[in-house]
């Protein structure tokens, strides 16, 4: 079955700064890579997320890259705030069938200092 | 309006007894999930269904028993529960892939 990497499990960086957090893949079958932002206790909520076609995608501040061949994709967060401290979730699924779960890396505690 | 709820937000019980988490959806998606997210965070798939029938069931103990009465609704229910069963239990809808989390319910086993 598919199996996610994520690293690193932490990352403090000062505001302002840019934060990378990187996700790899086993399963070459999977096509829908979504990213989580989970505040503590709360529930987790989509912040971007790209298919197989595509290799990268933004939205305002965060940007998504994804290498199919490598079978790796990245978050990338410029100008990052103290709101943006949080723990990201990367996850990879196969779009194709119904009930097809999300696969989740083991989640990234991102630390934003002012 | 909340999109998907849950019920209870917190349990807490005892060892041995069985209790049940209710899951609801008003955005009218055919697919729901049972996710568990443990003390380190990760979050891993218990159950999926698609318009009330189970299509996924990952290595989960039998004591664990999902029910979807209609499309809307997907309860868990958990039959003499352990320490181990606690965790936060999220339930999720779905439509094109697109996977919305309800608030969660933390289930502490005493």
């Known amino acids: 079955g598919e199996n996610v990497e994520q690293h690193p499990s932490t990352l403090s960086v000062q505001e302002g700064d840019s934060a990378v957090i990187k996700c790899t893949y086993s399963?070459?079958?999977?096509?829908?890579f979504p990213w989580y932002k989970q505040e503590l206790g709360k529930r987790p909520q989509l912040i971007i997320d790209i298919r197989s076609n595509v290799g990268e995608k933004k939205d305002q501040r965060i940007a998504v890259t994804l290498n199919k061949t490598a079978k790796h994709f990245s978050l990338h967060i410029t100008e990052t705030q103290p709101e943006d401290s949080a723990v990201y979730f990367c996850?990879?699924?196969?779009?194709?069938?119904?009930?097809?779960?999300?696969?989740f890396g083991k989640g990234t505690t991102l630390s934003v200092s002012s | 309006d909340t999109a998907v709820s849950q019920t209870p937000k917190y349990l807490v019980t005892q060892m041995g007894n069985d209790k049940s988490i209710k899951c609801e959806q008003n955005l009218g998606h055919d697919t729901m999930y049972w996710y568990k997210q443990d003390s380190k965070k990760f979050l891993k798939i218990m159950f999926s269904y698609n318009n009330k029938e189970l299509i996924i069931n990952e290595t989960v103990p039998n004591r664990f028993s999902p029910k979807s009465p209609d499309k809307a609704h997907l309860n868990l229910h958990i039959n003499s529960l352990e320490l181990g069963d606690s965790a936060v239990y999220f339930c999720?809808?779905?439509?094109?892939?697109?996977?919305?989390f309800g608030p969660g319910t933390r289930l502490t086993v005493l």
């Open positions: 999720a809808s779905e439509v094109y892939n697109e996977q919305f």
């Open positions: 399963d070459s079958a999977s096509n829908y």
């Open positions: 996850a990879a699924s196969m779009s194709d069938q119904a009930g097809t779960a999300l696969i």
